[in-house]
C-alpha cells in the first residue's frame, strides 16, 4: 500500500471533507495516534479515538438467502411467494445494496420447471440482479438437477460448484446434496478440484464458503451433517479467515472451530424445528402473524483486516 492510499485510508476514517493538508496536520496531531492493524494479513489503519465513519473502498457487503421452497403450499406456509417477495423487498430497501447475492439451495420445492419459473419472476424485482446459487436437494428431484443445472448452474463447474474472489476474499460454493443418503455428501471428485482451487492462495486470503447442507455436525441424527465436510475443512485449515454459510435446516445457527465459522440461515418458505425439539425434522406451522419472525435473510459484511466477517440475520418482521 502507497503512501496516497493510506492518506485516503485513514482520512476516509475523517469527515469526508478532510483535505490533504488537513489530514496532515491531523497526523500532527494524533502524532502517535494512528494505528495500523495487520490482523488477518490485511493491513488496515485508524486513528485512535476517531469513529469509524465511513466505508472505505475494499469494504463490502452481500446477502445470503436460502431454503425459498417455491412450490411450496403446505399449511407451515400456504403462500411461498408472498413471503420470498418480503425478502426481496427487504433486501431492496437496505441502505447499502449487497455487491451480489448467495442463495444456498433449496430454491424450489420439487425442481418443477415452474417453480423455477416463478423464482426467475421473482428474482427479477431486486435491484442487485447478481445471485450465485448452489442447488439443495430438493433442486435435484426427479431429473435429477438438470434443469437446476442448465437454468441456475451457470458459470459453475463439474456438478455445481465454483469459486469466485471479491475485493480481496474467495468465495466457494460447493454441491453437497447431490449424493443425499441422509447426510449430505462433497464427493471425492468435488474435493479434487477443491484442493486445486485453493492451492495458489496465501493463508492470509479470507475464505467464504457456501453450501446448501450444513458442513459441520448441527443435528447428524436427522441429517443435518455433511459426511466428508472434514475433509474439506482440512483443505482450508491454513487459512486465518474461514466463514462457512449454509442452510437446509431452515433456522439461525452458529459454531465456531478454531479459524473457522459456521452458520446456517433461516428460509424464507418455513422453519423447522430446533435439533431434537421434535419427532422429526420437516416444515414447522407456527401462528401465522409469527410466521414472518422466523424466516428472513442474512446480511453478511467484510471489513478488511477484521479477522470475522459481520452477519446479521433479519427477520422479515420484527416480534
Ligand atoms: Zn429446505
Ligand atoms: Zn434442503
Known amino acids: 500500500m502507497d503512501m496516497k492510499d493510506r492518506e485516503e485510508n485513514a482520512a476516509g476514517l475523517l469527515d469526508g471533507d478532510v483535505d490533504r493538508r488537513g489530514f496532515l496536520k491531523c497526523m500532527q496531531w494524533a502524532g502517535a495516534g494512528l494505528v495500523w492493524s495487520f490482523a488477518g494479513g490485511v493491513p488496515t489503519s485508524r486513528l485512535l479515538g476517531a469513529p469509524y465513519k465511513r466505508a472505505r473502498a475494499e469494504d463490502f457487503a452481500f446477502v445470503q438467502i436460502s431454503d425459498s421452497h417455491i412450490g411450496f403450499d403446505k399449511?407451515?406456509?400456504?403462500?411461498?411467494?408472498?413471503?420470498?417477495?418480503?425478502?426481496?423487498?427487504?433486501?431492496?430497501?437496505?441502505?447499502?445494496?449487497?455487491d451480489f447475492i448467495l442463495h444456498t439451495g433449496d430454491l424450489s420445492h420439487l425442481a418443477k420447471a415452474s417453480e423455477f419459473d416463478t423464482l426467475d419472476q421473482l428474482l427479477r424485482g431486486l435491484r442487485?440482479?447478481?445471485?450465485?446459487?448452489?442447488?439443495?436437494?430438493?433442486?435435484?428431484?426427479?431429473?435429477?438437477?438438470?434443469?437446476?443445472?442448465?437454468?441456475?448452474?451457470?458459470?459453475s463447474t463439474g456438478r455445481g460448484w465454483r469459486s469466485f474472489d471479491h475485493k480481496g476474499v474467495h468465495l466457494i460454493g460447493l454441491n453437497n446434496s447431490a449424493q443425499l443418503e441422509g447426510l449430505g455428501a462433497i464427493g471425492d471428485e468435488q474435493l479434487a478440484w477443491l484442493k486445486k482451487d485453493v492451492s495458489g492462495l496465501g493463508a492470509s486470503?479470507?475464505?467464504?464458503?457456501?453450501?446448501?447442507?450444513?458442513?459441520?455436525a448441527?443435528?447428524?441424527?436427522?441429517?443435518?451433517?455433511?459426511?466428508?465436510?472434514?475433509?474439506?475443512?482440512?483443505?482450508?485449515?491454513?487459512?486465518?479467515?474461514?466463514?462457512?454459510?449454509?442452510?437446509?435446516?431452515?433456522?439461525?445457527?452458529?459454531?465456531?472451530?478454531?479459524?473457522?465459522?459456521?452458520?446456517?440461515?433461516?428460509?424464507?418458505?418455513?422453519?423447522?424445528?430446533?435439533?431434537?425439539?421434535?419427532?422429526?425434522?420437516?416444515?414447522?406451522?407456527?401462528?401465522?402473524?409469527?410466521?414472518?419472525?422466523?424466516l428472513g435473510i442474512r446480511n453478511v459484511s467484510f471489513v478488511a483486516g477484521q479477522h470475522r466477517l459481520a452477519v446479521i440475520d433479519s427477520p422479515l418482521e420484527s416480534a
Open 218 to 294: 448441527a443435528y447428524p441424527e436427522w441429517g443435518w451433517a455433511t459426511k466428508d465436510s472434514a475433509q474439506a475443512l482440512d483443505l482450508l485449515k491454513r487459512f486465518g479467515s474461514v466463514t462457512v454459510l449454509n442452510g437446509h435446516i431452515h433456522q439461525t445457527l452458529q459454531k465456531v472451530e478454531g479459524n473457522v465459522t459456521f452458520y446456517s440461515a433461516m428460509s424464507t418458505a418455513f422453519p423447522q424445528p430446533a435439533p431434537g425439539s421434535a419427532p422429526a425434522a420437516g416444515p414447522m406451522k407456527v401462528p401465522a402473524e409469527q410466521l414472518r419472525q422466523v
Open 75 to 98: 399449511a407451515a406456509n400456504p403462500d411461498v411467494n408472498v413471503t420470498f417477495q418480503a425478502a426481496v423487498d427487504k433486501i431492496n430497501s437496505l441502505d447499502r445494496q449487497p
Open 205 to 216: 486470503t479470507p475464505i467464504v464458503v457456501f453450501a446448501h447442507i450444513p458442513l459441520w
Open 128 to 155: 442487485q440482479k447478481q445471485t450465485f446459487f448452489v442447488p439443495g436437494e430438493h433442486d435435484l428431484l426427479g431429473d435429477d438437477g438438470k434443469q437446476y443445472f442448465e437454468r441456475f448452474g451457470k458459470g
